[in-house]
T-cell receptor, first 112, second 115 residues
Framework: GQNIDQPTEMTATEGAIVQINCTYQTSGFNGLFWYQQHAGEAPTFLSYNVLDGLEEKGRFSSFLSRSKGYSYLLLKELQMKDSASYLCAVFDYGGSQGNLIFGKGTKLSVKP | NAGVTQTPKFQVLKTGQSMTLQCAQDMNHEYMSWYRQDPGMGLRLIHYSVGAGITDQGEVPNGYNVSRSTTEDFPLRLLSAAPSQTSVYFC??????????????FGEGSWLTVV
């Protein structure tokens, strides 16, 4: 089985930095995804980590520690448009091919 | 740039009715899947397909059927709608299994209400 934990909600100020944590327990591991989802819209891909360490993409960075079952998404220079839910997802080896399993998401509110 | 197209966007059903949510992708992706999203529950996998003619169950398959007769299309059928199936449904596709780190692309969602 698998378990993915993220904080339910977070609040941060425009221009600040925020870190969204994700811990996971899976029967196997083949990488971790982060998705962004604005209210009423589809999730969109942010990042993928399969090796330990930090991956940076502009204002967004994602970190992975496989030994600790831990990842975080770091958002810098927050903008109002970053208000969204952030979904952590890991691959699970159940079924004939396995699948991507999502956490419940962290709703981030950015305030002026 | 159609990507993943879902129809209908909104639907109201009566309990016991059946319906099909359509999903099509024009990216020649082998892997397609259906998720439902409910408040406080996150995205949960209903069914998935790794290629034409192959389907498998996800986490919450009961009450739903799928088929994959072509690479492009992956319809989701509700056999006898129940209020518990009120949800937002997302179809998604990727080049191949996300096992290989392939990005999943989502459709815009279908809001279904069962009364």
């Amino acid at each position: 089985g698998q378990n993915i934990d993220q904080p339910t909600e977070m609040t941060a100020t425009e221009g600040a930095i925020v870190q969204i944590n994700c811990t996971y327990q899976t029967s196997g591991f083949n990488g971790l995804f982060w998705y962004q989802q604005h209210a009423g819209e589809a999730p969109t891909f942010l990042s993928y980590n399969v090796l330990d360490g930090l991956e940076e993409k502009g204002r967004f960075s994602s970190f992975l520690s496989r030994s600790k079952g831990y990842s975080y998404l770091l958002l810098k220079e927050l903008q109002m448009k970053d208000s969204a839910s952030y979904l952590c997802a890991v691959f699970d080896y159940g079924g004939s091919q396995g699948n991507l399993i999502f956490g419940k998401g962290t709703k981030l509110s950015v305030k002026p | 740039n159609a990507g993943v197209t879902q129809t209908p966007k909104f639907q109201v059903l009566k309990t016991g009715q059946s319906m099909t949510l359509q999903c099509a992708q024009d990216m020649n992706h082998e892997y397609m899947s259906w998720y439902r999203q409910d408040p406080g529950m996150g995205l949960r996998l209903i069914h998935y397909s790794v290629g034409a003619g192959i389907t498998d169950q996800g986490e919450v398959p009961n009450g739903y059927n799928v088929s994959r007769s072509t690479t492009e299309d992956f319809p989701l059928r509700l056999l006898s709608a129940a209020p518990s199936q009120t949800s937002v449904y997302f179809c998604a596709s990727s080049y191949s299994s996300p096992l290989s780190g392939n990005t999943i692309y989502f459709g815009e969602g279908s809001w279904l209400t069962v009364v």
